[in-house]
């Protein structure tokens, strides 16, 4: 059963624009979200995370909403650069329970 | 701040064989995860210690898989015996908060292979 869900597995954007990440989930519990980025051979790397009690959380050209009633979260990089380019895992947890999404792999083009 | 540090990073074994992966936490992260990520999936928690107890273990194959972390510091995840199924990644990681709401450290994994 996958509760944390990223439907689009890739996404291209020029460098500059604005990249949209989503992320749905199913378990209304979930009181933490999180975005991680990955680089190949790296491990995750925590990015950004957002109580459920908000709507919007921001850090520098990161910023994630959260929309409770749909059930989605979000994460705009503006402007994006080539460095972003990288898989980004959408997370959620709430206790101990810990459940990651599939990943989207971005890409910015130069 | 040194990392979360994990060794080896690749090993490959044939089925039936046992292998060991370490991992050093971040110093003063009392919460340690193992998490096993298979190409194209995210990633899925094995098993989690708070110090040196566990936590959680209800993803972890026991009857092939067992991990321990003695003293509340290292860890070890072993498999024995291993199986194709188990190639994988992985990634060891450690948080200061048990919730990990505010994000954990994770190492560069252990890449397996097994054939």
């Known amino acids: 059963d996958q509760q944390v869900k990223q439907n689009s597995p890739s996404l291209s954007v020029q460098e500059g624009r604005i990249s949209i990440l989503n992320c749905d989930y199913t378990n209304s519990m979930f009181d933490y979200f999180l975005w991680y980025k990955k680089y190949p051979a790296e491990g995750p790397t925590f990015l950004i995370s957002i109580s459920s009690i908000k709507d919007k959380n921001e850090d520098g050209r990161f910023t994630v909403f959260l929309n409770k009633s749909a059930k989605h979260l979000s994460l705009h990089i503006v402007p994006s650069q080539p460095g972003d380019s990288a898989v980004y895992f959408c997370a959620a947890t709430t206790g101990n329970q810990f459940y990651f999404g599939t990943g989207t792999s971005l890409t910015v083009i130069p | 701040e040194a990392g979360v540090a994990q060794s080896p990073r690749y090993k490959i074994i044939e089925k039936r064989q046992s292998v060991a992966f370490w991992c050093n936490p971040i110093s003063g992260h009392a919460t340690l995860y193992w998490y096993q990520q298979i190409l194209g999936q995210g990633p899925k928690l094995l098993i989690q210690?708070?110090?040196?107890?566990?936590?959680?273990d209800s993803q972890l194959p026991k009857d092939r898989f067992s991990a321990e972390r003695l003293k509340g510091v290292d860890s070890t995840l072993k498999i024995q015996p291993a199986k194709l199924e188990d190639s994988a990644v992985y990634l060891c990681a450690s948080s200061l908060d048990p919730r990990g709401a505010h994000g954990y450290t994770f190492g560069s994994g252990t890449r397996l292979t097994v054939v």
């Open positions: 210690f708070q110090n040196n107890g566990v936590v959680d």
